[in-house]
């Protein structure tokens, strides 16, 4: 099976990896495809794979609503584009979205049939894609993922929020970190797991949510980070009102992974992950 991964960030790098112990794998990086141009997206019928998974995306949450053009440029026409290709050449079609497609106000988990209704810029561009690929590609893999963390970190956002809070610590800084805004944090190495046991097991088309098990605020989130890594940091619990952001964020975004793990694909608790991250990051 041949599979193009589009993207080499902090989640495609290490879909690359993962994927490359059992798959022939192509990466595209930004130079080699731009998803907002039809004709760009031409690349894949040329490498003809079997299998896209498509993790470009604009995501600078804050900028998104500074720049609504460029943001459905990427994350909506972007994915329209790519479904067409697909389409085209009969691949199957991975989609990584966001947990940002909801409102937060369910006040518990989300599953896969709860009904979208983002709040900003960057999630209704997002749900835009979902429509599109569900809409165009005949063989489609909605992902929803949270709150990603990897090794390779975020490209144009200066690495994660781990290691941000890990060098801000260590610098003896205050750290505020909200306490109201609750999701479900995702190591991205889990995230690509996943989508080789998907393939793998040849699932279902459909939407997947796939994040780590349980959920937890950005606070504790962060004592956790400190606890487990033995960091004695300066961290104080304050409300998101304290911290306006230009995005609207969903008060508790946090996805239920029910339907991934009746298909057998398990997902580790997110403690259990983030103790994984920090020791190959040598942080433990």
């Not at 079609?93 to 518990?108: L, P």
């Not at 429509?131 to 929803?144: A, D, Q, V």
């Not at 809070?165 to 999701?183: N, P």
């Not at 409300?239 to 057998?264: H, Q, V």
Request: proline letters at 4%.
């Amino acid at each position: 099976m041949k599979i193009a991964v589009i993207g080499i960030g902090q989640l495609g790098s290490d879909i690359l990896k993962v994927l490359e112990e059992s798959y022939s794998v192509v990466p595209l990086t930004h130079s080699e495809i731009e998803v907002s141009e039809y004709t760009s997206c031409g690349i894949l019928e040329d490498i003809n794979p079997d299998v896209v998974v498509n993790t470009a995306a604009y995501h600078k949450t804050d900028e998104c609503e500074d720049n609504p053009e460029k943001t459905f440029s990427v994350n909506a026409i972007g994915a329209r584009n790519v479904a067409l290709v697909c389409e085209k050449i009969g691949a199957v079609n991975i989609y990584i979205s966001t947990d940002y497609v909801f409102d937060g106000e369910k006040g518990e988990p989300y599953t896969e049939s709860d009904m979208p209704n983002p709040i900003n810029v960057y999630g209704v561009s997002k749900y835009a894609g979902e429509i599109f690929t569900k809409n165009i590609s005949g063989k489609f893999y909605i992902l929803r993922v949270s709150s990603l963390y990897g090794k390779a970190g975020a490209r144009g956002k200066g690495g994660n929020f781990v290691e941000t809070m890990i060098q801000k610590a260590k610098e003896g800084v205050e750290l505020k970190v909200v306490d109201d805004i609750v999701m479900s944090p995702t190591y991205t190495k889990d995230v690509a797991e996943a989508i080789k046991e998907i393939l793998r097991k040849n699932l279902e088309y459909g939407i997947y949510h796939i994040t780590n098990d349980g959920y937890c605020s950005w606070y504790e989130f962060a004592r956790t980070i400190f606890d487990l890594a033995g960091i004695d940091a300066n961290l104080k619990p304050i409300t998101s009102s304290e911290y306006p952001t230009k995005a609207k964020r969903p008060k508790n975004s946090s996805l239920n992974i029910g339907k991934i793990k009746k298909s057998g694909v398990e997902m580790r608790h997110w403690k259990d992950a983030l103790g994984s991250y920090l020791k190959e990051k040598g942080h433990i």
